[in-house]
């Protein structure tokens, strides 16, 4: 009875080295991965999520403004739509627009 008991207190130490060996290798394949994966993305043209939220803004703001200009440009449209509204005076050059 001792001898087994023997063989199986001896079967779990190797299996905890084993458990053990195999956390060490699995700890080894994360770094590497780990390494390989940054020195990919170091290659890559990436940029900044501050970069990122810079550039954003400035499309949003470049939006705002073009969806203003927009406006103005059918309120010009609109007036120049208006009878009468085509023989005013052009930016002072004393012309009007039919000439």
């Given at each position: ?18 458990v ?7 700890g ?72």
């Open positions: 009875m001792q001898s087994q008991n023997r063989f199986f207190d001896d079967m779990a130490r190797v299996a905890a080295g084993a053990g060996a195999l956390a060490g290798v699995r080894e394949i994360e770094a590497r991965l780990r390494d390989q994966l940054e020195r990919a993305l170091a290659g890559m043209d990436l940029v900044s999520r501050e970069e990122f939220e810079a550039v954003k803004a400035m499309a949003a703001k470049a939006r705002e403004e073009q969806e203003v200009l927009l406006q103005r440009i059918e309120a010009l449209e609109a007036r120049l739509a208006q009878p009468g509204g085509g023989s005013q005076n052009r930016a002072g050059t004393g012309r009007t627009s039919t000439s």
